[in-house]
């Protein structure tokens, strides 16, 4: 079966420069959502979409910026970027935008920032 | 603020006895709470949710248990084995925005010695 895939797997910047985070969500599924992971940390909302549309925002630093495009693929814009940024940064979908149901996660992007 | 605890950062069993694991929360009344089973560098796998009008799910070797009086749910694996071995997140919906996102606690991570 499909599964929720994020690129790149890995990402190395530098401090102050720009990222971007892909995601293609499982065909189907119209609600994404972002988290990020610090090591030993547990994942942390930043920010979620429905239908194109930001549906609910987490700690999301104002750095960052995310869309949903047409095809339902979202992408995470990262800006002067911070060595407290480097992390996981997990993408996950659902078929409705209802909560209750389990999100699908994806298999992650590592950012490491010099 | 809402905040969600689990009891140990790790667990160390042997295989075929029944690992317990406990998430705590304050500050708030899920209507569902979660439980995802998480591999190092690896996305969070959904393994069971139960609503607050439920007192017990099960799902194979698994049961989570929800007392909404206690604030407490308890999520065990029966009969386990080393391929249990991993972190496992306990995630509570809070509806901050238009629609519920999850908060994670920052998981146990569960050794399971042959």
């Known amino acids: 079966a499909a599964g929720v895939i994020q690129s790149p797997r890995h990402l190395i910047k530098e401090k102050r420069e720009t990222a971007t985070l892909k995601c293609y969500p499982i065909?189907?599924?119209?609600?994404v959502y972002w988290y990020q992971q610090g090591p030993g940390q547990d994942p942390q909302f930043l920010i979620s979409f429905y239908e194109k549309m930001q549906s609910d925002k987490g700690s999301i630093p104002d750095r960052f910026s995310a869309q949903q495009f047409s095809d339902y693929h979202s992408e995470l814009n990262m800006s002067s970027l911070e060595l407290g940024d480097s992390a996981l940064y997990f993408c996950?979908?659902?078929?409705?935008?209802?909560?209750?149901?389990?999100?699908?996660f994806g298999p992650g992007t590592r950012l490491t920032v010099l | 603020s809402q905040k969600i605890e689990q009891n140990s950062e790790a667990l160390n069993i042997q295989e075929g006895k029944t690992a317990t694991l406990t998430c705590n929360y304050t500050?708030?009344?899920?209507?569902?709470l979660q439980w995802y089973r998480q591999d190092p560098g690896r996305g969070p796998v959904f393994l069971l949710l139960?609503?607050?009008?439920?007192k017990e799910k099960r799902k194979e070797r698994l049961k989570v248990t929800f007392d909404t009086t206690l604030k407490q749910s308890l999520f065990h694996i029966t009969a386990s084995q080393p391929a249990d071995s991993a972190t496992y997140l306990c995630a509570l919906v809070y509806y901050g925005g238009s629609q519920g996102n999850l908060i994670f606690g920052k998981g146990t991570k569960l050794s399971v010695k042959p």
């Open positions: 500050n708030y009344s899920p209507a569902y």
């Open positions: 996950a979908s659902s078929p409705t935008r209802a909560t209750y149901n389990e999100q699908f």
């Open positions: 139960i609503r607050e009008n439920e």
């Open positions: 065909p189907r599924h119209d609600t």
